[in-house]
């Protein structure tokens, strides 16, 4: 790939900050554990902005910009650290330690990732890689930043935010304000801190002090995990025609358009029908056989009282969706869609406390964690008869503009995960890019393409 790293900093808040032990949700304690990352690729702007390392204006700008959106967002420039030691839980200590920027130089172009969506595996280079094995949890960064430039005058600023502090929302959120921030513009929405609404069990504070000179802070349970087999993606392109195409099919019913007074089926909903239908058929799946279909859903409107918009950690909420393989194959689309959208309904009060209950009555919480997408560790399996959705589509829009311009694609870069896991994510003028990773690869295109 040609990379050479130039130098990596340690940014820190501009000013003080509030310091101190901020105990983590139960929330925050599931799903994914590790970083979870997002690629952000620039053409050459309009000023040449850098020369060599001692004379980078865009790396400077961003350390300088990055320095001060710290400040209001000043978790992000804190640590992690086992209570009392066990493997139980995590709280997050609020101690200006910083995050991390890395300047890396390519010898690559931007025309070398083509569609972008399916140069996967190219991806990996461009985002930090984090040591999870071999170094202490209270010494990893919960914000590293790569800034890779390449040979034609383009940029990639690759962003990995550790997923136990912040949910995908909470992440684009300070992405946005940072751009913001970056190009010259006051913050438009501070971030919501307070999370006793959502708030873990009590903890013993007095024991998150404690040093440890053994291997105990380190991630290392991961090697007792029984993770599924790692796949690399599979790619659909759903044009915004294609797209179109189903929300018509899904909201025809018997052959004539819907009279009720229910609402017209999304656009994650109809997708995510047609990936779970085309799954179960490329996996020759029996009939009467039950697949599962899990997605998560945000929180943060569905409590009372609500969270803000602007609440900043994990608010997310699996849900499980079940269903025969005979009736997602013979029945319309719209059932799968409506038995999304009643599950998805069901996320209320009650729903999001009593699965906090749940969660708090349990020792460790291994069992509900697995890690990014990058392939270097594993999670747990999904089965070879179900999937797991993941939508960025009320997550991420083109025109994050650091003050060089709007980028020219972002994504997550999808490189490896379990069997059954799915991406789906906007690309340009609406239309959307669907990886799948999936064993039966070709027999899933081929059904996807069938609209």
Known sequence: MGMKIVSRQIVKPAEPTWSGILPLTELDHVSVITHSSNLHFYE?????????????KILNTLKESLSRILIPFYPLAGRLSWVGGGRQRLVLECNAM???????????????????????????????????FGTQIQDIPLLVVQLTRFVCGGLSVGISLS?????????????????????????????????????AEDVNLSQTTQVFDDDENHLTYFNTLEGGKLETPTFVFLTKDKIERLKEVANNKDGEINSDNRRSFSRFEVITSHVWRCVCKARELKCDEITSLFVLVNARGRVDPPLPSSYFGNAVVQVTISSSVG?????PLSYICSTISEASTKVNNEYVYGFLDVLKTEESLTMHQYTDDRGTLQ??????????ATSWLSLMAMGVDFGWGKEIYNGPPLVRACDGEVMIIPYNDGSVVVGVFLKPKEKFQEYMNLI
């Open 379 to 388: 999670g747990p399996p999904y089965g070879d008869h179900n999937i797991m």
């Open 327 to 331: 009736d997602l194959i013979s029945k």
């Open 98 to 132: 910083g995050a991390e920027i890395i300047d890396v130089e390519s010898s690559m172009k931007i025309a070398d990732f083509g569609d972008f969506y399916s140069s996967s595996d190219k991806f990996k280079h461009l985002v930090p890689q984090i040591d999870y």
């Open 44 to 56: 050459k702007p309009t000023e040449q902005c850098w020369l060599n390392s001692s004379n980078n």
């Open 163 to 199: 997923h136990m502090v912040v949910d995908g929302r909470s992440a684009f959120h300070f992405i946005d304000e940072w751009a913001r921030l970056t190009r010259g513009e006051p913050m438009q929405v501070a971030p919501f801190l307070d999370r006793r609404i959502l708030q």
